[in-house]
């Protein structure tokens, strides 16, 4: 710049003083970008230790697998440490020196892992479902079909039917709780935790095996109690026919028969009860048999047949004994008793027939008293140690009653003959819930002798 003023100064001294002189262009500054320091030591200690955290925190993640991303929570403070170790990483610019380098490759891993981890979780939950929602759905399930008991014989036909059902419901429930439980089982994520599920701490995977065992142990029981049924029907139906030899012996001929089978006081109403309850047990067997859907077997049927016929040949032998079939000797003629059967006999749920004249068997009213328990198990608990403890509660019901028993004949609907019938008449002052209390009703009841109507009297 100085050298053009000089310049122009000695032109216009010559009269050049219209001369442009072009003033030379001042080149634009450059600025050159400066490499990035190198790591001093303290930082590349540092930048190791962050690689070397991270690959710590990727083996933590890996021996907890993917399950434990189910937890919002658990997912939130991974997502969080990927951050904080991203703004860690990003405090070293020298994005080429290798061990920065290294450390991000690190986060790069951690963060996949992370990522992988919530959406294996999210999938595994949309396949595995509301898992607190299924579990208590399944404890509710099993503790509303347990296993029955085993059902002791005698029983109907439809009372077999309706315990068959009970146990075929607790049975394919327990079935059912086990293929879930087990489905459950290796993805769903049940940590530990201190409360019970009664106190409303979320089922855990102690949980999970408990109501595991408790649906195998209603398998178990189901199968026992069927065992058990079955085994029960076996023994007796083998000792009834040993126990029948009595009734075929039967001979009005034989002096003894003939004095304590069939003119002994009482003895034709324990001789048809005798046979009434080996028919029950008869029809018992049949009636489980039915209950299966399986024709009865022609043993089974054979005895109910023979019992059948046990009865007539009784009736038949027992008149030929007694020359005539007639009402027993009455023990009393109290018009209060008379009166109370005569009720009882006319009351329409007991659906007695037309009767004939009443006689009173036993001499007085006599007190009656039996107690009663029946315990119910509400909750079922097994602890890791296996002790199983049981909670619930126990009931027990006083039965008082007083009762008498009088025979009346009774006229059959469908053949108009007349058949003795003994009855026991009762009147409870306790018991339980469905005991009928302060009324005289109809206890046990038995089917006797035919008899003729003009024997009524005789």
Not at 54 to 75: K, R, W
């Amino acid at each position: 710049m100085k050298n053009t003023a000089v310049l122009i100064g000695c032109l216009a001294v010559l009269g050049f003083t219209d001369v442009a002189i072009a003033t030379p262009a001042v080149p634009e500054r450059v600025e050159l970008a400066q490499a990035p320091r190198p790591l001093v030591s303290g930082e590349r200690v540092r930048v190791k230790k962050l690689a070397r955290d991270m690959e710590s925190a990727m083996q933590t993640l890996n021996q907890g697998g993917v399950t434990p991303f189910q937890d919002p929570t658990y997912a939130d403070k991974w997502r969080k440490s990927v951050e904080r170790y991203r703004a860690a990483v990003q405090k070293f610019p020298q994005v080429d020196d290798p061990d920065v380098q290294a450390a991000a490759a690190k986060l790069a891993e951690l963060e996949n892992m992370v990522a992988f981890g919530v959406q294996s979780a999210g999938k595994q939950q949309s396949e595995l479902g509301d898992v607190q929602k299924i579990l208590a759905t399944i404890e509710q399930n099993l503790r509303a079909n347990r296993a029955p008991q085993w059902l002791p014989p005698p029983f109907t036909e439809q009372e077999a039917r309706n315990w068959i059902k009970v146990a075929a419901d607790s049975q394919q429930t327990a079935k059912k709780a086990v293929a879930e439980l087990q489905r459950i089982a290796p993805t769903a994520h049940l940590p530990v935790n201190r409360g019970t599920v009664q106190s409303g701490a979320p089922y855990d995977k102690q949980d999970l095996d408990r109501l595991l065992r408790f649906a195998n142990g209603n398998l178990k029981d189901v199968d026992s109690a069927l065992k058990q049924t079955l085994d029960a029907l076996k023994t007796q139906f083998a000792a009834q026919d040993r126990e029948l030899a009595y009734y075929r012996e039967l001979d009005p001929d034989n002096e003894k028969h003939r004095m304590n089978a069939f003119l002994k006081e009482g003895a034709e109403a324990d001789i048809y009860a005798g046979l009434d309850r080996h028919l029950a047990l008869a029809q018992s067997v049949t009636g489980y048999q039915r209950a299966f859907a399986k024709a009865p077997t022609p043993r089974s049927l054979a005895r109910i047949d023979e019992i059948i016929t046990l009865r007539k040949t009784y009736a038949a032998n027992r008149l030929k004994a007694l020359g005539a079939s007639k009402l027993p000797e009455a023990k009393s003629s109290d018009a209060e008793r008379l009166a109370i059967a005569e009720q009882i006999l006319a009351k329409p749920r007991y659906e007695f027939s037309e009767h004939g004249p009443i006689v009173l068997t036993t001499k007085d009213i006599v007190e009656r008293e039996k107690q009663v328990s029946r315990a119910e198990i509400k909750d079922i608990d097994v602890s890791l140690s296996g002790k199983v403890t049981l909670s619930g509660t126990q009931t027990t019901w006083n039965y008082k009653w007083q009762e008498f028993k009088f025979a009346t004949p009774l006229k059959d609907t469908d053949s108009g003959e007349w058949y003795i019938w003994w009855i026991t008449a009762k009147k409870f002052s306790s018991g339980w819930e469905r005991t009928p209390i302060g009324e005289w009703v109809s206890g046990a009841t038995t089917k006797g002798d035919l008899i003729l109507q003009e024997n009524f009297t005789k």
